[in-house]
């Protein structure tokens, strides 16, 4: 299968529609108020209805309470969650929608634990852990501490660009890579041309 790409920290729609037009089969949207490419809820939603049919929309959030995600979705009805803090479990079946779970990787993180305790998710996104970020860092981890044959599919985060990208896929083989910093003229705003190095570098990669 070709590794699916998902472009995050999406905050206008020229972007999420660069994106598109690149080949990305999905958009990020940050729902985190201390992330520099944090959107409200009534922006993201304009985005989300000006998209057209069969692109995933994704919704990042960090130790949200329940209430204000619920209200984040009323707005801005993503199709996905995905959670980047210490969400237990059962918070993150919560709410009704498929959801991917982050992990934050350096030596000595279990992924089959994580596999495990959050067994109904759709993939593990894996990011490099950063002191104080909770993803966007632009800073990569060892893609060597992700072992084969995890019981969920990988979502490969952090630090990934156009130069390094290719190798990233043939080295991992995730379902999907997931871009935000690596792809931006200034934090929050993409740059179509590095969007578009980005998805080549993915496409030659599963050749």
């Known amino acids: 299968m070709a590794t699916a790409i998902k472009i995050c920290g999406i ?3 020229e972007d999420a529609f660069a994106a598109l037009r690149a080949g990305a089969h999905a958009i990020g949207l940050v729902f985190f108020a201390d992330s520099p490419r944090y959107i409200t809820p009534a922006a ?22 329940a209430d204000e995600v619920r209200k984040t979705l009323a707005q801005a009805p993503v199709q996905l969650l995905q959670f980047h803090g210490s ?16 992990v934050r990787m350096r ?13 109904d998710a759709k993939a593990l996104l894996l990011d490099a852990y950063v002191e104080g970020l909770q ?24 630090g990934l660009t ?16 997931d871009v935000s910093s690596g792809v931006e003229s200034a934090k929050g705003i993409k740059d ?5 190095a980005f998805i080549t570098g993915v496409r030659n990669a599963d050749v």
């Open 192 to 196: 179509a041309a590095k969007i578009a």
């Open 87 to 102: 969400e237990p479990p059962d918070y993150c079946r919560e709410f009704g929608r498929p959801y991917v779970k982050a």
């Open 44 to 65: 993201a939603g304009a985005i989300i209805r000006a998209l057209p049919p069969f692109i995933t929309t994704v919704g990042l959030f960090v130790d949200a309470p």
């Open 162 to 177: 156009g130069e390094n990208v290719g190798d990233a896929v043939r080295r991992v083989r995730p379902c999907a890579v």
């Open 11 to 13: 905050t206008r729609l």
């Open 135 to 158: 993803g966007g860092s632009g800073v990569s981890f060892d893609w060597d501490l992700v072992p084969r044959g995890l019981p969920l599919p990988v979502i490969l985060s952090g």
């Open 107 to 119: 030596a000595g993180v279990d992924l089959l634990e994580y596999s495990r305790d959050y067994h």
